[in-house]
């Protein structure tokens, strides 16, 4: 009985660690309150800022914190259903991405390559 509980709780505290990413957290929030989206650029453009812009709140990535990493988490509170537009800043102009549906807890995946947004991964 003791190792069929012990069983039990190690594959509960695995299952719930890989479940929670630091990086997809916003205190006070469950995890179906917040859209998180993973921009991986391929171009090589010297990227100034990046913009997440949805209807409760934006975030944004400043050049300095992006250097050499070519994928990217912004994350903003999001309750309900609505749109977001994900913006990326260079020294010679603004690439954006066209209006995308989502809902609270979706975990949305973009592309960057040859300055056109494509959607790799949904929900």
Not at 19 to 44: A, M, P, R
Not at 73 to 89: A, D, N, Q, R, W
């Amino acid at each position: 009985m003791k190792r069929h509980t012990f069983t039990v709780l190690t594959l509960f505290m695995v299952t719930g660690l890989a479940g929670c990413s630091h990086d997809e957290k916003i205190e006070g929030l469950k995890s179906n309150e917040i859209l998180v989206v993973t921009l991986e650029i391929t171009d090589d453009i010297d990227v100034e800022e990046i913009r997440l812009i949805a209807k409760e709140g934006t975030d944004l990535v400043k050049g300095d914190k992006i250097r050499n990493r070519r994928k990217i988490k912004l994350k903003v509170p999001y309750k309900g259903e609505g749109t977001f537009t994900i913006c990326v800043y260079t020294k010679t102009g603004v690439i954006c991405s066209l209006e995308c549906y989502a809902e609270g807890g979706y975990r949305p995946g973009l592309k960057l390559t040859n300055n056109r947004f494509e959607t790799v991964k949904w929900f």
